[in-house]
T-cell receptor
């Protein structure tokens, strides 16, 4: 069965410091992996995805994510955090079978401290 | 850009009322989904639809039904609202998963959400 784990409910980072939001997954076969961001009282916005190829994926707002097949991880990163990055972040995975559904993690709240 | 529109951002209803949540997408997507989001529980899939007049149960369908009479519209129905259905409801749509060459990985496009309070 597919699953996604975001081990941290909350991450606090000082503005200007690098940030990492962790995600591990379990899926049969090769995965498609996604990160979404949610600002207060808004829907989820797509940030980036991993399909195949380069393990480092670049996305919106300066975010990137590193795919590690051996560790089944897909951590979200940014070299220098902004206060405006404060939001709820969701990792998601799906398999490459046609009827596989996207499975979401429980979310990690990121607080960027001024 | 894909746009998914949820008709009501905030609703307050009373226990036992029938509630309709409407969702419309403008990108001719085949797939549509309804999720509910609760603190600490993440997103849970209620129902989804792969085509007009088709529906499939998700992980928590109890107390809900759906309707998809047109490709662009997917409605969530609470036949008799209860207080434990107070939540944020998120509609999403996606293309049918195609091959890697197309770049389509079936990612979801979300509406802004409908926050429902049942008193």
């Amino acid at each position: 069965a597919q699953s996604v784990a975001q081990p941290e409910d909350q991450v606090n980072v000082a503005e200007g410091n690098p940030l990492t939001v962790k995600c591990t997954y379990s899926v049969s076969g090769n995965p498609y992996l996604f990160w979404y961001v949610q600002y207060p009282n808004r829907g989820l916005q797509f940030l980036l995805k991993y399909i195949t190829g380069d393990n480092l994926v670049k996305g919106s707002y300066g975010f990137e994510a590193e795919f590690n097949k051996s560790q089944t991880s897909f951590h979200l990163k940014k070299p220098s955090a902004l206060v405006s990055d404060s939001a709820l972040y969701f990792c998601a995975v799906r398999g490459q079978v046609l009827d596989d559904k996207i499975i979401f993690g429980k979310g990690t709240r990121l607080h960027i401290l001024p | 850009d894909v746009k998914v529109t949820q008709s009501s951002r905030y609703l307050v209803k009373r226990t036992g009322e029938k509630v309709f949540l409407e969702c419309v997408q403008d990108m001719d997507h085949e797939n549509m989904f309804w999720y509910r989001q609760d603190p600490g529980l993440g997103l849970r899939l209620i129902y989804f639809s792969y085509d007009v007049k088709m529906k499939e149960k998700g992980d928590i369908p109890e107390g809900y039904s759906v309707s998809r009479e047109k490709k662009e519209r997917f409605s969530l129905i609470l036949e008799s609202a209860s207080t434990n259905q107070t939540s944020m409801y998120l509609c999403a749509s996606s293309l049918v998963l195609a091959d890697l060459l197309s770049g389509n990985t079936g990612e979801l496009f979300f509406g802004e959400g409908s926050r429902l309070t049942v008193l």
